[in-house]
């Protein structure tokens, strides 16, 4: 079972706590392509700060790369993204995609890796999650065996990269990537891809 560095993790945390007085889940927001060569500026001030004005608690970011937990007492994953990405393209004047994913979610996602997380780098290991559910059927004009040793498997709304010597060299990223890949029934999905190491941070980081 995957884990974070128990050196970096507090196992008294959980993903609903008592936040003024009513009972909270904590999230992860995962904005994608923010802060990419000077393009789409999010500073992370700033997003806590709004973060803060639309009522949610004990916000944090993680890098510059569009990592924002906090608590909230709704159980609406899908408002609440569409919420911040409205007050995003308020405050900043562009549109950003979103997914809020809750902190049980983001746990049993690094616990079901199919990947040997513990012989491998960060950088080697990467998840991209989906808006929706995406099927082997659906993905299945990329096949893996055209691109070893990279490989891929899918999970619960998430996909698991392995891509040995970065991302940036991964072909198989870039076929996965292809615009005509998200068409038909995948049409309109977001995807956002973070490392394992920013992962498992996450995992750490909503308590889960």
Not at 82 to 111: N, P, T
Not at 160 to 184: H, I, Q, T, V, W
């Amino acid at each position: 079972m995957v884990r974070a560095d128990a050196s970096r993790v507090c196992p008294s945390a959980t993903p609903a706590r008592a936040y003024r007085g009513r009972m909270t889940t904590t999230y992860a927001a995962l904005l994608r392509g923010i802060n990419v060569s000077g393009h789409n500026k999010v500073p992370m001030a700033e997003l806590r700060s709004l973060l803060g004005e639309l009522g949610h608690g004990e916000v944090r970011t993680y890098l510059q790369s569009g990592n924002a937990v906090f608590t909230s007492a709704s159980r609406d994953e899908e408002a609440l993204a569409d919420e911040l990405r409205k007050a995003i393209a308020d405050r900043f004047g562009f549109s950003v995609d979103c997914l809020v994913r809750g902190g049980a979610y983001l746990r049993a996602v690094a616990d079901a890796c199919p990947f040997p997380v513990a012989s491998l780098e960060g950088k080697q290991l990467h998840v991209t999650f989906f808006s929706r559910s995406v099927t082997p059927e659906q993905l299945s004009s990329v096949d893996p065996a055209d691109y070893a040793p990279e490989d891929f498997q899918l999970g619960d709304r998430a996909l698991y990269l392995y891509a040995p010597n970065g991302l940036g060299r991964s072909k198989l990223a870039e076929a996965l990537a292809r615009p005509a890949l998200f068409k038909g029934a995948l049409r309109g999905t977001i995807a956002t891809t973070r490392n394992w190491n920013t992962v498992a941070k996450l995992v750490e980081m909503t308590g889960a």
